[in-house]
Nanobody
Framework: QVQLVESGGGLVQAGGSLTLSCEAS????????MGWFRQAPGKEREFVGH????????YYEDSVKGRFILSRDNAKNTVYLQMNSLKPEDTGVYYC?????????????????WGQGTQVTVSS
């Protein structure tokens, strides 16, 4: 069993910044690529970004490119999502997940373990 716990969500004004954390219980955390998804009210969960095992390679959904930055600290079993220039459209529940199928990194099908999610609300 792998447990993922997101934290750092909250209320922020448009244009502000927020950094989310995802800590994994797995001891071999460095062997897993990780991804972030989000779900806005009334909408389906969508891909936000993906980070490789080493943290060298990252991929982002078009709407967050240039604003969001993924990073990781394998010694702490933690992945981070730094969000800058936040917009009301970024509001939603953010989830981290462990990627098991790299070719499906943009799909929920490529991930096996998910966190409980953390709420991010951007006010205008």
């Amino acid at each position: 069993q792998v447990q993922l716990v997101e934290s750092g969500g909250g209320l922020v004004q448009a244009g502000g910044s927020l950094t989310l954390s995802c800590e994994a219980s797995e001891g071999t955390f460095s062997n897993s690529a990780m991804g972030w998804f989000r779900q806005a009210p009334g909408k389906e969960r969508e891909f936000v970004g993906h980070i490789s095992r080493s943290g060298i390679s990252t991929y982002y959904e078009d709407s967050v490119k240039g604003r969001f930055i993924l990073s990781r600290d394998n010694a702490k079993n933690t992945v981070y999502l730094q969000m800058n220039s936040l917009k009301p459209e970024d509001t939603g529940v953010y989830y981290c997940a462990r990627c098991r199928v790299l070719s499906l990194y943009q799909s929920e099908s490529g991930y096996d373990y998910w966190g409980q999610g953390t709420q991010v609300t951007v006010s205008s």
